[in-house]
């Protein structure tokens, strides 16, 4: 039943993610957040950005506020003591662009929601800090965005770049404006998962989007929901049937469904090529594959590794793996998945070293606290954990998440492989 059509997705506070365990219980709006997906479309101030550790500064946006340049360019002024743009709400981004809000920041710089004026189309900006590295970075992001696009004959759900240009020494990228990231939905709909239907078409995209840049000798290296976009910040307001049966007086009384399916994948600043050194490390800790933990170099699998948490993410509500330590961190995959094979411990290099133990990992002996400790023991497994929050499909699902979190990369299923999969192939599901 359809209660309620919404065309905005209000991000005032955008929460980081928890140190340990349920999310919820770590909502502080005073706590500085994480970094969120950028090119969002909505009504109030936020920092959604994807591109790193996220320190909002109020006073960027309001310092100028007074003089607001109309027409031509901006007075010059210096850069704030971190090397981000300071600019006033109406002035101009040279004379095509016209600032209308900050939509968010980052250690990368800042995201800006800009008026377009030679296309009338609103558009986000992303203007990198006055930085060698970042503006080093920002280039090679370029490279990657330019050649997505060349190579983007049907819609490979990658974000498009519209420009980009160098301004009073800022790399500025132009991108098409689009909705909240997937976890800024769930947060905002209070971490309920998502229904397996709407998982699947969100994961058939994810796929095409990660099979399109291995063909293309591209590793993302950062998949997460942060990172992946609805196109459209349009959701219904239904029922929450389950919250009824409870308490029909729940404020929580109706969950949020995306009017549309239709993602796009974004922040390509970390993106490796094929023939690059694979021996740094990479992902963000909860994506984070075991052979990079273990110092084993990754490759594309360390991309399907990624998928596989963010599936369950979706169908759960919850990150999966919820720590920051490395030790912890492969406790809790044996936990969900069972024991890394030992071909895989034997190799290490020599800063892993000290998470294994006469041929096994290093736990619970190595464990620093004993909530370390209850932390792994109260994760379920893969199969259990899936049948708790999917009522059909739940077979399908555990077979491909299985193939997708496979230790061994050589062995892990590939992007074109897991789209040939049942979850995908058979044909009762329900498009949205």
Not at 175 to 180: H, S, V
Not at 246 to 269: C, E, H, M, Q
Not at 297 to 326: K, R
Not at 385 to 399: E, F, N, R, T
Request: glycine residues 6%; charged residues 25%; hydrophobic residues 35%.
């Amino acid at each position: 039943m359809e209660m309620d059509y919404v065309t905005g997705f209000s991000h005032s506070h955008m929460d980081r993610r928890p140190t340990k365990r349920p999310r919820l219980a770590w909502e502080n709006p005073q706590a500085h957040s994480k970094a969120q997906s950028g090119m969002y479309c909505g009504q109030e101030l936020g920092n959604l950005t994807s591109f790193g550790p996220s320190r909002v500064h109020a006073d960027h946006a309001s310092m100028f506020v007074k003089g607001l340049a109309q027409n031509g360019t901006p007075q010059w002024r210096n850069d704030d003591k971190d090397g981000h743009y300071l600019f006033a709400l109406g002035e101009n981004l040279t004379s095509r662009y016209k600032i209308l809000r900050k939509i968010g920041e980052g250690t990368f710089g800042q995201v800006l929601d800009c008026l377009d004026r030679e296309t009338g189309e609103t558009v986000a900006i992303k203007v990198v800090r006055s930085i060698k590295k970042y503006r080093e970075a920002a280039m090679t992001e370029i490279d990657v965005l330019e050649l997505l696009k060349r190579y983007d004959r049907s819609g490979s759900h990658c974000v498009q770049i519209r420009n980009w240009f160098d301004y009073r020494n800022h790399i500025c990228i132009v991108f098409e404006m689009l909705g909240p990231s997937l976890y800024d939905f769930l947060r905002k709909n209070n971490y309920r998962p998502f229904p397996v239907d709407l998982v699947r078409e969100i994961g058939r995209q994810l796929l095409e989007c990660v099979a399109f840049m291995h063909d293309l000798r591209l590793i993302h290296t950062d998949l997460k929901p942060e990172n992946i976009l609805f196109v459209s910040p349009e959701y219904l307001k239904i029922p929450d049937y389950k919250v009824t049966a409870r308490s029909p007086t729940d404020v929580n009384y109706y969950k949020r469904l995306p009017k549309s399916s239709a993602i796009k994948v974004i922040d390509f600043g970390s993106t490796a090529y094929e023939h690059q050194e694979h021996n740094y490390i990479v992902s963000t800790r909860h994506y984070r594959a075991p052979e990079v933990i273990l110092g084993l170099g990754w490759s594309y699998p360390c991309d399907m590794w990624s998928v596989g948490c963010i599936l369950i993410e979706l169908c759960s509500g919850e990150a999966l793996f919820q720590t920051h330590e490395n030790l912890e961190h492969l406790a809790m995959m044996e936990r969900v998945l069972g024991p890394i094979p030992q071909h895989m411990l034997k190799r290490v290099d020599k800063p892993a070293e000290k998470f294994v133990r006469r041929g096994r990992l290093d736990w619970p002996e190595g464990a620093t606290s004993r909530e370390s400790i209850k932390a792994v023991l109260k994760l379920p497994r893969l199969q259990n954990l899936v049948m708790q929050h999917v009522d059909h499909s739940a077979g399908y699902l555990i077979d491909l998440l299985q193939g997708l979190l496979r230790y061994d990369p050589s062995s892990r299923l590939t992007a074109h492989d897991a789209l040939k999969h049942p979850f995908f192939t058979r044909d009762y599901y329900r498009r949205f």
